[in-house]
């Protein structure tokens, strides 16, 4: 059923999670997974520190996502026999239309990514989580935290 799987990661402790998941379902259904991660600048980062020509910001969050995904992948998925493509990163923002599109480029059958759980006016606006699941043409799942 699935063949293709995206799992998009944040960097966040729910991160390992949502790996394993989509590793379980990889492993099931003997699928590809590809790990995504949307990397951007804060919008909040102060313009008057970030000098476009000099600046070193992009290619450290690159390696700073890198080496986040390499540890959550040794440490879930250690010996494992699925197929484990490179992680791909996108600046694309916001990060909803980044997993959106790398699920049309990938051809992927599945997304796989975590829910913040958000409350309050986060339901009306929506989350990343939410806007992938309602804009998607392909299946979504969300991976929720345990308390």
Do not use: C, W
């Amino acid at each position: 059923m699935f063949k293709r799987i995206l799992v998009a990661l944040d960097g966040s402790p729910r991160a390992p999670r949502v790996f394993r998941a989509a590793l379980d379902l990889a492993e099931h259904y003997s699928a590809v997974l590809i790990p995504f991660q949307s990397i951007a600048i804060p919008p909040d980062f102060p313009p008057a520190a970030y000098v476009p020509v000099a600046d070193r910001l992009p290619g450290f969050l690159h390696r700073e996502a890198e080496a986040r995904f390499q540890a959550v992948k040794a440490a879930e998925a250690p010996g494992s026999a699925v197929t484990i493509e490179p992680l791909l990163i996108s600046e694309q923002v916001p990060a909803a239309n980044a997993i959106l599109a790398a699920a049309d480029e990938q051809d992927v059958d599945l997304i796989v990514l975590g829910s913040h759980g958000y409350h309050g006016l986060d339901h009306v606006l929506g989350t990343t989580a939410g806007k992938v699941a309602n804009l998607a043409t392909r299946s979504v799942l969300v991976v929720h935290n345990r308390s």
